[in-house]
């Protein structure tokens, strides 16, 4: 297998070098949620990539948005408008 790629398999990961402090708060906020430090490591990945995921959904449908506006119109900047609706 080359670098970068995953594998299905793929059941261990290896971190090296891992700040201490980093390792003793995520010791003990598994103890607060009863579970072991790589239950949480795993738990916190899968919500970082589905984060990560639906960070990406979000900007595809805001390219897609702006993408209808037309190139030809000059657009108003957003915070002349709030700021007029503010000094009504």
Known sequence: MRTG?????MTHIV???VDEAVLAKLAELA??????????AQKLLVE???MADRR???LEIADRIAAMTPKEIVQTDSTILLREDRDR
């Open 56 to 58: 990406r959904q979000r």
């Open 48 to 50: 970082a990539v589905d």
């Open 31 to 40: 103890r607060a949620n009863r579970l072991s430090v790589e239950e949480l």
């Open 15 to 17: 971190l090296d070098d």
């Open 5 to 9: 790629e995953v594998s299905s398999r």
